[in-house]
């Protein structure tokens, strides 16, 4: 098939990839020129994990192109997969989808299958179709809601692999089309109607956010009772009715959709008169979680003013360059505001919006003298490299608050056994080798 995709952002980049490596020719716009322009050049504006393999394999049926009469006139379905962000009133802002519909309605001669795979609140494609549909009576504009689940990170491998693939069209002809074109994929397909899928999506979502806000929770009574959050955590996961996914506590959720996701949908049904107190109670831990964690660093450090204080990781999860609402966006505005001296490093993050923050080029140089490392972000590699190498590149005594819960407590006290340190993390006890009270000693 010929297929046209409208935005190349982390889902329109690859879902252009993965469908041109089932066979098919894409034809990819986006109003971004810069993007585009790199695209036509090999290049590629966002990180990927296999992604820049999957690219350069099937080149040949993609064609990045800043015509958009040319997509449009070259494909009969087209795939939006532009920005929701979160407006001023933390509702979703349907700008980019709006006139990436408008663009294609103005444009066509042609019938046209209009697949929205941007997030959007329910009741949006079927508005989507009204104002197409309106714009011209030459065609006719059949529109469908396929909400992607892939996860940063591993979206390539999520595109790929998906746990299951949803159709929302009340039009029979539509489905069958859609479900002929993923019959290439190993996946169960559900059919429904759009608004179902727009509202299916929200709630996965809301449900993955809850699960981390929950143990989240639960590590905040766990600090108190000197408990460890991560037995626990695998004590209720072994149940097969909870599971053991999104059951990690650390200093909270960030990124392009949790946080703007559960705001939207929260305020979609505030808008009809219903109210969904699990979405805003999520929402309340997970700030919290942050905020208590900068308490401790705070309580800690004390004075905090000229300490260098060193961020590892900036990405709001490792493997991705999004730093889109991550928490070392507040956490690094709250410790220079403070007076520290910040500087982070992070393996593909390289410019970072929070002013004073210095951004090391390396590892090593991050945390030589640091007084206070915080992991933010856990990067693979800064489980190689933190504990056993370069531990003595930080100021003696050093200390640790480890937001994700990075280290097993044994890691910790065998490297503490050797180079004398303080530990903190979320929801377990500390580990010291300083003679700190209420601490576990090595
Ligand atoms: N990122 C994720 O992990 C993920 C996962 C599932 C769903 N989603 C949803 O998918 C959508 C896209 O997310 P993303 O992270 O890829 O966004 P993104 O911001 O990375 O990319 C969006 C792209 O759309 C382009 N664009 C804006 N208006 C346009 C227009 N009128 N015509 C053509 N291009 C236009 C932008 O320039 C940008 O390149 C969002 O609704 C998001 O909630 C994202």
């Known amino acids: 098939?010929?297929?046209?995709?409208?935005?190349?952002?982390?889902?329109?980049?690859?879902?252009?990839?993965?469908?041109?490596?089932?066979?098919?020719?894409?034809?990819?716009?986006?109003?971004?020129?810069e993007k585009i322009a790199a695209l036509q050049s090999g290049g590629i504006p966002i990180f990927e994990d296999g992604l820049e393999?999957?690219?350069?394999?099937?080149?040949?049926?993609?064609?990045?192109?800043?015509d958009v009469h040319k997509?449009?006139?070259?494909?009969?379905?087209?795939?939006?997969?532009?920005?929701?962000?979160?407006?001023?009133?933390?509702?979703?802002?349907?700008?980019?989808?709006?006139?990436?519909?408008?663009?294609?309605?103005?444009?066509?001669?042609?019938?046209?299958?209009?697949?929205?795979?941007?997030?959007?609140?329910?009741?949006?494609?079927?508005?989507?179709?009204?104002?197409?549909?309106?714009?011209?009576?030459?065609?006719?504009?059949?529109?469908?809601?396929?909400?992607?689940?892939?996860?940063?990170?591993?979206?390539?491998?999520?595109?790929?692999n998906p746990s299951r693939i949803i159709?929302?069209?009340?039009?029979?002809?539509?489905?069958?089309?859609?479900?002929?074109?993923?019959?290439?994929?190993?996946?169960?397909?559900?059919?429904?109607?759009?608004r179902s899928a727009e509202l299916l999506k929200y709630a996965a979502n809301?449900?993955?956010?809850?699960?981390?806000?929950?143990?989240?929770?639960?590590?905040?009574?766990?600090?108190?009772l000197g408990t460890n959050i991560d037995d626990i955590a695998s004590g209720i996961g072994l149940d097969p009715r909870i599971g053991s996914?999104?059951?990690?506590?650390?200093?909270?959720?960030?990124?392009?959709?949790?946080?703007?996701?559960?705001?939207a949908i929260e305020n979609a049904a505030a808008d009809i008169g219903v109210e969904l107190p699990f979405i805003g109670q999520t929402l309340d831990i997970n700030e919290k979680q942050g905020e208590l964690f900068f308490e401790k660093i705070k309580a800690y450090g004390k004075d905090l003013k000229n300490k260098k204080i060193t961020l590892l990781g900036l990405s709001f999860k490792p493997n991705t360059d999004d730093i889109r609402s991550a928490p070392s966006i507040v956490l690094s505005e709250k410790l220079v505001n403070e007076g520290a001296r910040v500087t982070a490093f992070d393996p593909l993050v390289r410019d970072f919006p929070v002013e004073g923050v210095h951004i090391a080029h390396s590892?090593?140089?991050?945390?030589?003298?640091?007084?206070?490392?915080?992991?933010?972000?856990e990067w693979d590699d800064f489980k190689k490299l933190l504990l056993v190498e370069n531990i003595r590149r930080m100021k003696q005594q050093p200390v640790i608050f480890d937001g994700r819960n990075m280290f097993t407590l044994e890691e910790v006290k065998s490297a503490a056994e050797q180079y004398p340190l303080n530990y903190e993390s979320i929801g377990r006890p500390q580990v010291s080798s300083l003679g700190v009270k209420n601490q576990i000693f090595v």
């Open 167 to 194: 159709i929302g069209a009340s039009d029979k002809k539509v489905q069958e089309i859609l479900k002929s074109l993923y019959s290439a994929w190993d996946a169960p397909i559900l059919q429904t109607d759009a």
């Open 245 to 263: 996914d999104f059951l990690k506590a650390g200093i909270g959720f960030g990124g392009s959709c949790f946080p703007k996701d559960l705001k």
């Open 1 to 33: 098939m010929k297929l046209g995709i409208f935005g190349v952002g982390y889902v329109g980049l690859v879902t252009a990839a993965s469908l041109a490596d089932k066979g098919h020719t894409v034809f990819i716009h986006d109003t971004a020129k």
């Open 206 to 224: 809301s449900f993955l956010a809850m699960k981390i806000s929950y143990i989240n929770m639960i590590s905040q009574l766990s600090d108190q």
């Open 53 to 66: 393999p999957l690219l350069h394999q099937n080149f040949n049926r993609l064609s990045f192109t800043h």
């Open 363 to 377: 590892f090593e140089s991050a945390i030589t003298d640091s007084e206070i490392t915080v992991i933010v972000t």
């Open 71 to 160: 997509v449009i006139s070259e494909c009969d379905i087209i795939f939006i997969c532009t920005g929701t962000p979160q407006d001023e009133n933390g509702k979703a802002d349907l700008s980019q989808v709006e006139s990436a519909v408008n663009e294609i309605a103005r444009h066509s001669l042609s019938d046209k299958i209009i697949v929205i795979k941007s997030t959007v609140p329910p009741g949006t494609t079927e508005k989507m179709e009204q104002i197409a549909n309106k714009q011209t009576s030459d065609s006719n504009f059949s529109f469908a809601h396929n909400p992607e689940f892939l996860r940063q990170g591993k979206a390539v491998y999520d595109f790929m």
